[in-house]
């Protein structure tokens, strides 16, 4: 849409002259224009006004340029070239100094040789050591924290064994006894008393009396019945009821004495305290067999790790994990993950490029290929790891390639995240698992490589600029990232000067992540809708 410039007052410009030629231009100007002529007046005579005129022209000049579309070319350059020096001064002026500092603190950590977490891991895991010495204290079957516990609850001193003893007088047998004792006599005693002629209000009295007054012909029936029931409730006579039921107590008496006593064998508290001796038994030879286990597995981890790191499978074990941690990451992001490194590729016989990544159909760059190669032993430099890479790229007809160093493998020189081109290389702890966001970053910055190569269209313009900020930043962060870790070896006492800054550094690396993903998120939209 075309844009229609104000039209110039009639008053302006009837004497125009050029005076001069190149980059000066003189011009007399008559001017008329009431307000105009008000704003001059304002100024004196001479320089002053002369450079109040320039200054209106020049305003009116860019009005009228801005009016039809265009910019300001000169201006929007100086800014930028003074906004980029100040930028430029501010990073030199504080980049060195938090390094040194985040590097200093955590030196004192990691140091193979004198850093606290190695000697801690040390000291618990030797022989004797604080783990040993944590479960023969607990489980060991001598004066153990269980084999304490078990004797309070069940030894020979414990209340449980008092409780169960037939000679101690307040154990259970005894106080059966003289619970049944006491329920007897005092059901005898009740008895007696109700069967008894001397009370008037017992129930035989009465029953005499009611006998009496009904039929006093019965009074010597009733007396003999009287007399024989007496006879059935007293303890003087062996066949007589209150006897047999006597003698059957007694009996049942006999019988709980039998069954809680210890000098029988066959007693059923004999029978429980040699479950719970068996048991005990069992429990001791149980934590014995696994503090032995638990020792016997440290030392086999611990050979295990030495022979792997002298063997050649220790380079297997490394790309093996390095494929599954980038199969899962394929599988999050709906790439196609495929294992190369046994098969040749497009170079005959040529098997250079162990995994090979193919963006899949969300991605802005569907079908394009990301080259993994893995390298755990020491026979490459930087030089020689950036040529095979290149090599792999061809290999695999990939656009981009990821060279992965084991970390003992490194180059010393070598940082631990840089980029070359359409080459990244990367230094990975595999037995660490903080180091996998090395990995996962090289994996989002590769795809935005993937990404750049393939889209150059103006509406994606600003979408790449934005990947290129962000892959900046994450090769800036985990610089960061290394840094600490290389200082951590030495330096002592700033451990929240560590933490702080790790933690800022880990939420800049996912926002600048995030940021990859949605720009290219973002790409394939467009595509998809051009």
């Given amino acids: 849409m075309a844009t229609t410039l104000p039209e110039l007052p009639a008053q302006v410009g009837a004497n125009v002259a050029l005076l001069g030629e190149g980059s ?4 007399r100007l008559e001017v008329t224009d009431p307000e105009v002529l008000a704003e001059l007046a304002k100024h004196a005579e001479g320089p002053d006004r002369e450079k109040f005129a320039l200054g209106a022209l020049r305003l009116g000049v860019i009005a009228l340029r801005q009016a039809s579309g265009q910019l300001d070319s000169a201006a929007v350059r100086e800014a930028g070239q003074e906004i980029v020096g100040k930028l430029g001064e501010l990073l030199a002026e504080r980049g060195g100094d938090i390094a040194n500092q985040i590097g200093s603190t955590l030196r004192q950590y990691f ?71 006491q329920v007897l006599e005092g059901q005898q005693e009740k008895i007696l008393r109700e069967f008894s002629l001397d009370s008037e209000e017992s129930a035989l009295s009465r029953l005499v009396r009611k006998v009496r007054e009904s039929n006093g012909e019965l009074a010597t029936d009733v007396k003999e019945q009287v007399d024989g ?82 063997s050649t499978l220790h380079g297997l074990a490394f790309e093996d994990q390095l494929g599954q941690l980038l199969a899962g990451e394929a599988t999050r992001l709906n790439d196609i993950h495929e294992s190369t490194g046994a098969t040749t590729g497009a170079i005959s016989h040529c098997k250079i490029g162990d995994f090979v990544t193919t963006l899949g159909s969300d991605s802005a760059a569907s079908g394009a290929r990301i080259v993994w190669e893995a390298k755990s032993n020491k026979g ?19 656009q981009v390639g990821v060279f992965v160093f084991a970390k003992e493998a490194a180059p010393e020189s070598m940082e631990p995240f840089a980029r070359y081109g359409n080459d990244l290389m990367i230094v990975w702890n595999s037995d660490d698992a903080s180091a996998d966001l090395y990995v996962k970053a090289a994996y989002s910055v590769a795809r935005a490589l993937v990404v750049r190569e393939t889209q150059h269209t103006s509406e994606s313009e600003e979408a790449l600029n934005e990947i290129e900020l962000s892959t900046r930043e994450i090769e800036k962060q985990i610089e960061y990232l290394a840094q600490i870790k290389t200082w951590a070896e030495t330096v002592k006492g700033n451990g929240e000067k560590i933490a702080d800054r790790a933690g800022r550094m880990h939420e800049v690396l996912l926002k600048a992540v995030e940021e990859l993903d949605r720009q290219l998120a973002a790409i394939k939209t467009k595509a998809s809708q051009d």
């Fill in 24 to 27: 000066v231009l003189v011009l």
């Fill in 111 to 181: 140091d193979p040789a004198t850093g606290a977490l190695p000697q801690r891991i040390e000291s618990l895991i030797k022989g004797d050591g604080d783990l040993e010495r944590a479960l023969r204290v607990h489980l060991a079957p001598e004066n153990s924290t269980i084999a304490r516990t078990l004797a309070a609850y069940v030894g020979d001193d414990s209340p449980l064994f008092k409780l169960l003893s037939p000679d101690d007088a307040q154990g259970l047998k005894a106080r059966i006894e003289s619970m049944l004792n």
């Fill in 229 to 310: 029931l007496i006879g059935e409730f007293s303890l003087d006579k062996e066949d007589s009821a209150l006897s047999r039921l006597v003698k059957k107590v007694e009996s049942a008496q006999e019988l709980i004495g039998k069954s809680l006593t210890l000098d029988d064998e066959g007693s059923p508290l004999s029978r429980l305290k040699r479950e719970l001796t068996t048991t005990i038994a069992g429990l001791v030879e149980n934590n014995t067999k696994f503090q032995s286990e638990v020792r016997e597995t440290i030392a086999g981890l611990q050979s295990y790790r030495e022979a792997a790191a002298q």
């Fill in 380 to 398: 490459y430099d930087l030089a020689g790891a950036l040529k095979e890479i290149e090599e792999g790229r061809k290999n695999r007809q990939a």
